[in-house]
């Protein structure tokens, strides 16, 4: 960055309140904010109190060695126990914990008795086959409710499991594990997708093939393919269908490990980001009842993330059982069989929370608004989003096209890293500005800075940092404690802050608005401009479904902006569309931020998790080989998009 801090161009105006009703019956009040104010630590005492501890802690928070911290110090508590037996315990055996609905359109219901029969046996069956507390167990699962099923079993022990998400490579499959030195390997015959079926079991032969430390692959049929079988291989229908129900979770420490995640970063070796138990469960459990409002006896949740990801173990797993809600778990694609398929699960399973991603909101505004109209949609009471910034037309899409003009919609920052929601609108409470994730949630603390560290006035933009700790903050990354220093708390070390890479502006009320990762950010002119504000404007145009923006190198301004556009559903390139483009920019936040060129183009590129990975059309903007591509959900996207850019830098 210059030292200009972050230009502040786009300005939004609409103001949403929580529904009165809403607020009136909400789980968290506005009193809370204040509570944790008053005594942080406190706070998440009482949080903490929402789980059924084996010991108690004796201390609440021990930062003596920051960065690494111990929350609940001394506590002693068992994962899957406070997710699954103590909801049976409670009498709601008998409560749906998981509608899992296959892509072909098979369904199950689990209640929580048959979760906790299906865990405890899981449980035996990987202290047979030689998985002890401490373990890594690699988890290389479709969206089947066995996934959740083996997470639980790990914890139950005191195993810590490493998921990677299906679509990954056999090598990265096989870093991962060497990376991880996991025992055993649990994954699945195949899963369908998209009308077909893809073979997992020979993407997980091919890793383990190398993979010395992996004792046993596990594997669940889902499918029935065919499948080669090793020395090494186990069905799961026979090493779990054979244990016993009956198991004895016992209670570890709050510290002991919970899992392994890895993230790719932007460069480089992925990280595996571990997380621990007490804080982490506690964060999960309770920003999950507080940002999404649950009332276990009568929502119906469902998080359509991917269970590979990060979004999938904190709201899928870990917060959502932790409450004892019912949720949603759906194998296949939006589209498959037809694009109306998100909205026929709403209907089906009368879904009230629906937790998605902004690149999923863009396609379903691109696909049309004819499409959610013809299903019956009014079960549903609240919205949330997590993964990118929200483009504030796109939250409007989403309230009015999903919510019905009349549920709350939550804008939800967080990170891998940071385990559970640190910024997020409380919907019973705060007034939403479409495309701000407004406030840190109660208990959490955050800023926006300059390039030196100093926190920038309202109105101004710069880097979110996150100044006081956290329970679900990462412990660390696995086998390189360094690396963790580095990446997260060397840039301001003297502050004390974690730098989170990503940007960030305080509005006029010191709400929070998210500008994307600081990587990312456009030298024009000599001023630092946000992508996110550029696309957001881009995609306020009618015609616009998505947009990517980036800065790419010119002789005259530092950088000039190309962006990269999807039209709707039906709308034609017309003539003249490029000089309206760069007019309406111009218009909604100044001419500094016009477009230089615009390309249409089908397709973005982006991670298997949705993100748009600018900096592969950085490399065509300016005119050089695009650089590495493995992280891509569609290798083929960027032959497109060169193909309709053939010379990037004419103007
Ligand atoms: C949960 C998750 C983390 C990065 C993060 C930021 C982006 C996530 C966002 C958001 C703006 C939001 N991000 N949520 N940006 N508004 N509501 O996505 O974790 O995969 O580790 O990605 O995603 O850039 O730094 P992860």
């Known amino acids: 960055m210059s030292n200009e801090a972050l230009s502040n161009l786009l300005r939004e105006d609409r103001r949403f309140a929580p529904p009165a009703d809403f607020a009136a019956a909400a789980n968290v009040k506005a ?35 920051k960065p690494v911290a111990k929350w609940f110090v001394g506590g002693k508590l068992n994962v899957a126990y406070n997710c699954v037996d103590r909801h049976v315990e409670a009498g709601n ?20 008795a048959e979760l906790k029969d299906e865990v405890s046996k899981a449980a035996n069956a990987l202290t047979e086959l030689g998985v002890r507390q401490g373990d890594r167990v690699a988890i290389y699962m479709p969206m089947i409710p066995e996934t959740a099923v083996a997470m639980l079993a790990c914890a139950r022990i005191g195993a810590v499991h490493s998921v990677v998400f299906a679509a990954f490579s056999p090598d990265a499959l096989r870093a991962r594990i060497e990376d991880a030195g996991a025992k055993l390997l649990i994954t699945a015959d195949g899963y369908h997708r998209r009308g077909g079926t893809v073979n997992l079991k020979a993407n997980a032969d091919e890793a383990a093939e190398g993979a010395e430390t992996i004792e046993h692959v596990l594997v669940v049929k889902r499918t029935g393919a065919d499948v080669a079988w090793g020395a090494k291989d186990v069905w799961w229908h026979d090493a779990v269908g054979a244990a016993s129900t009956e198991h004895t979770p016992e209670a570890f420490d709050s510290e002991n490990p919970l899992f392994i995640l890895y993230t790719s970063g932007t460069t480089g070796k992925p990280k595996g980001i571990l997380h621990t138990t007490g804080g982490y469960l506690t964060q999960a459990s309770y920003t999950h009842h507080a940002v999404f409002d649950l009332k276990p006896e009568t929502d119906v949740y469902w998080c359509t993330a ?30 498959t069989p037809h694009q109306g398929r998100f909205w ?62 009349r549920t709350p919609v939550v804008d939800t920052w967080w990170q891998t890293e940071t385990g559970a929601i640190m910024i997020s609108p409380l919907p019973g409470v705060t007034e939403a500005k479409p495309g701000s994730a407004m406030r840190p949630l109660p208990g959490i603390s955050a800023n926006v800075v300059d390039k030196e560290g100093t926190i920038v006035e309202n109105g101004h933009g710069g880097l979110l940092v996150l100044d006081q700790p956290w329970p679900s903050m990462a412990r660390g990354i696995w086998g390189d404690q360094q690396r963790f ?3 997260y708390w060397a840039r301001f070390a003297e502050q004390g802050y974690y730098f989170a890479g990503d940007g960030a502006k305080k509005d006029e009320d010191g709400d929070l608005w998210l500008l994307g990762r600081v990587d990312d950010i456009m030298l024009v002119s000599g001023h630092n401009i946000s992508t996110t504000e550029v696309e957001s404007a881009l995609v306020s145009y009618p015609a616009v479904a998505e947009a990517a923006v980036v800065g790419a190198k010119d002789e005259t301004t530092g950088q000039r902006i190309v962006a990269f556009v999807i039209l709707r559903a039906g709308q034609e390139e017309t003539e003249d569309l490029d000089a309206v483009l760069k007019a309406h920019v111009s218009k909604e936040i100044g001419p500094i931020a016009k477009p230089k060129q615009i390309q249409i183009v089908a397709e973005l590129p982006k991670t298997r998790s949705g993100k748009i990975m600018r900096r592969l059309l950085k490399d065509v903007a300016e005119d050089r080989a695009v650089g590495d591509t493995t992280t891509l959900a569609d290798s083929t996207v960027m ?10 830098n004419e103007d």
Not at 395 to 401: D, L, S, V
């Open 306 to 335: 991917d269970v590979g990801w990060v979004t999938g173990h904190s709201y899928i797993v870990y917060g959502p059982l932790s409450n004892g809600a019912t949720e949603v778990m759906y194998e296949g694609t939006p589209d």
């Open 31 to 65: 009193d809370a904010y204040a509570t944790a104010e008053a005594d942080r630590l406190a706070f998440w005492e009482t949080q903490a109190q929402r789980l059924s501890w084996g010991a108690p802690w004796s201390e609440v928070l021990d930062w003596s060695g």
């Open 639 to 648: 032959d497109l998009i060169k193909a309709k850019l053939p010379h990037a």
């Open 344 to 405: 026929e699960i709403v209907q089906k399973y009368k879904v009230t929370l629906l937790y998605t991603a902004p690149t999923a909101i863009r396609m379903f505004a691109k696909w049309g608004d004819d499409i959610p109209a013809k299903f019956d949609l009014s079960s549903l009471r609240l919205l949330g989003s997590v993964g990118e910034p929200i483009n504030p037309e796109a939250w409007i899409w989403y309230r009015e096209n999903i919510g019905g003009g």
């Open 93 to 112: 055996g008998d409560r749906v914990a998981i509608h899992f609905e296959g892509e072909p359109g098979d369904s199950r219901a689990i209640t929580y």
């Open 485 to 487: 220093v580095d990446t």
